[in-house]
């Protein structure tokens, strides 16, 4: 089983700032088995980014996604107030796992 | 429009059995790869099942022998039934769509989820 470990667990910014959330993995991943999704209280996870790097329809190019084998990163270049929120990466392995989550806080 | 719909949560008794239902528009279920998503109250996401679109099944550790994935192709619909409830089954249940897309997959479409809670 492929373990996801997110960091930081809560990440306090100001609108504006930049966010690099980070996700790593206990083994390789195929970068075509590694998405990022976001979640809001009381709603159900969005998708953001898919295959590492590509953005899902609709998602602001303030979001974007890289990284290869272990390591993924997400980056949002520019917080707007509605981008605070969970973040999880997620992977397909023998079977699919997520991270434990990011908090993106208001500072 | 392209929309799931979960039904069928609810307050259960430890042992008990639950079916959870996810309505499908604006696609077909069965041409699809179908899972449901747990998340417990204040925790993370765990995946729990898939049903591929052609028919075979696989679960999660945890409700392995516990749980059964299921479609009814003529309602559009994917099912979940869940036996031998346990307190740490209580979570919202979301069904969501696997895509196969142009670089990569992803549960491209949620549902707004069902409330399981499990207690005596």
């Known amino acids: 089983e492929i373990v996801l470990t997110q960091s930081p667990g809560t990440l306090s910014l100001s609108p504006g700032e930049r966010a690099t959330l980070s996700c790593r993995a206990s083994?390789?991943?195929?970068?075509?088995?590694l998405a990022w999704y976001q979640q809001k209280p009381g709603q159900a996870p969005r998708l953001l980014i898919y295959?590492?790097?590509s953005r899902a329809t609709g998602i602001p190019d303030r979001f974007s996604g890289s990284g290869s084998g272990t390591d993924f990163t997400l980056t949002i270049s520019r917080l707007e107030p509605e981008d605070f929120a969970v973040y999880y990466c997620?992977?397909?392995?023998?079977?699919?796992?997520f991270g434990g989550g990011t908090k993106v806080e208001i500072k | 429009e392209v929309q799931l719909v979960e039904s069928g949560g609810g307050l259960i008794q430890p042992g008990g059995s639950l079916r959870l239902s996810c309505a499908a528009s604006?696609?077909?279920?069965?041409?699809?790869?179908m899972s449901w998503v747990r998340q417990a109250p204040g925790k993370g996401l765990e995946w729990v099942s898939v049903?591929?679109?052609?028919?075979?099944?696989y679960y999660a550790d945890s409700v392995k022998g516990r749980f059964t994935i299921s479609r009814d192709n003529s309602k559009n619909t994917l099912y979940l039934q869940m036996n031998s409830l346990r307190a740490e089954d209580t979570a919202v249940y979301y069904c969501?769509?696997?895509?196969?897309?142009?670089?990569?997959?992803?549960?491209?479409?949620w549902g707004q989820g069902t409330m399981v809670t499990v207690s005596s």
């Open positions: 969501a769509r696997e895509s196969n897309l142009p670089s990569g997959w992803a549960f491209d479409i």
């Open positions: 049903i591929y679109s052609g028919g075979s099944t």
């Open positions: 997620q992977q397909y392995g023998s079977s699919p796992s």
């Open positions: 295959g590492a790097s």
């Open positions: 604006g696609f077909t279920v069965s041409s699809n790869y």
């Open positions: 083994q390789s991943v195929s970068s075509s088995y």
